[in-house]
């Protein structure tokens, strides 16, 4: 069964809106990470015995780790998006089966099937 219009608009505005609140993280992200450097550049923090908190060294990694994240989630919306222009959204990118409409919901980015990804675990 393929999937009717109304099931790809509603696809198409819910990863556009998860597209929006990932950028909207990624900013803040990236604020937070210039705030980091500046103080670990200024030397405001003592980088290795500041008892009262964690290291700038574990925020740099703890921020960078969510850039990362983000980064990653916004590859795969923006591949789910293009699957939609292209008329692929729905049809698993390994054996060609349709991905149903409860993964999607789910899972909106999902490129596999339900069996797929049971595979490739």
Partial sequence: MTMTPAQLERFTARLQAERADALARMAGSDSA????????????????????GPTMTQEWSQRTAVLADVTAELHDIDRALARIAEG???????????????????????ELCIDCARLVR
């Avoid at 550049?41 to 500041?50: F, T």
């Fill in 33 to 52: 990470m210039s705030e980091v450097r500046a103080a670990k550049a200024g030397g405001v923090a003592d980088d290795e015995h500041d008892p009262e």
């Fill in 88 to 110: 692929t959204y729905g049809v698993c990118t390994r054996c060609g089966k349709r991905i149903t409409v409860a993964r999607l919901d789910a899972r909106p980015t999902a």
